[in-house]
């Protein structure tokens, strides 16, 4: 299953689960039921963003984005925790409110029947999508997964305490469960557009990934090739490396783009979605002259 597809199943589970857990308040009319009734209104917004923001990730090159378009994916992380940061908002405002003016619950045990269903749903479609996310280096794929997880287990704290609501009679722990709902969903909002700022910022490659680069250049570094000025970076499912290859000076062209194809082939056999650019030189000759990568130290 692609990407797009688990996507329009999230917006799928997330209508679902938004008329699961509306009901869910509705009939109880608990302020800490609607704050998870609100975090499903981000799921939704959330996983219609990040259908839109694949779609345009899965465009080919074209003129203007020689490099492709997949750090669009990035957007929906960031615009995904923008959204989680309003819900939190919206729960404390209830939260506050419900507190000054407390309310007496009503059918706890349908609620709290309905808020289990849902997040069986969410639980199901979050553990699926995260191991897809992880095969295929997405982004917006993960971020979605990852809030549905914090979807359930904001559910689960919703109803272990009207459980303890129901065993104490202490009515304010309603709204004050839902208000730590709202201090974990905004840990989690700040943690995805963290993570898409960095994915913004031309991070190198993952360390695992830096390492197998530098076997495959060790090994085929030998008295006659060597490497430097290695630089890396990653855009969503993509993997980007740029070198300078040095080899003799009277070698053919053939026999030196033959060399450079070895090299490439075995790097992006060792990184998945990797796209590796070579530039030869000659030995002795200097790309960017003064430059310190160009030292000894820090050749391959």
């Excluded at 029947?113 to 992880?134: D, E, I, Q, T, W």
């Amino acid at each position: 299953m692609q990407v797009q597809r688990y996507l329009q199943l999230s917006i799928a589970v997330a209508l679902a689960t938004i008329a699961l857990k509306t009901g869910a308040w509705w009939v109880s009319d608990s302020v800490s039921l609607l704050s998870d009734a609100l975090e499903s209104l981000v799921n939704l917004a959330g996983a219609v963003f990040a259908l839109a923001m694949v779609t345009i990730a899965a465009r080919p090159p074209d003129d203007d984005h020689p490099y492709g378009h997949h750090k669009a994916e990035y957007f929906s992380s960031g615009f995904e925790g923008v959204l989680i940061f309003a819900a939190a908002l919206g729960i404390v405002w209830a939260s506050v409110d419900r507190l000054l003016n407390p309310q007496p619950l009503e059918a706890v045990g349908l609620g709290l029947l309905l808020s289990v269903l849902s997040s069986a749903l969410n639980g199901a479609l979050a553990f699926s999508m995260l191991r897809k996310a992880r095969q295929v280096h997405s982004m917006a794929l993960e971020a979605d997964a990852r809030h549905l997880f914090t979807d359930v287990w904001t559910s689960v704290g919703v109803v272990a305490g009207l459980l303890a609501v129901m065993a104490t009679g202490w009515g304010w722990l309603d709204p004050v469960i839902a208000i730590a709902v709202a201090l974990n969903i905004l840990r989690v909002g700040a943690a995805l557009v963290w993570q898409s700022v960095r994915g913004l910022m031309d991070e190198a490659l993952e360390p695992e990934h830096q390492a197998a680069v530098a076997r495959v250049l060790a090994a085929a570094a030998h008295d006659a090739v060597r490497f430097d000025h290695v630089s890396s970076r990653r855009a969503g499912p993509r993997r980007f490396i740029d070198l300078h290859m040095h080899m003799p000076a009277d070698w053919t062209l053939g026999q030196a783009a033959a060399e450079r194809a070895l090299v490439e082939r075995a790097l992006m056999e060792a990184v998945p979605g990797l796209r590796a650019s070579i530039q030869l030189l000659p030995l002795g000759v200097e790309a960017h002259l003064g430059d310190p990568l160009d030292s000894e130290e820090t050749r391959t």
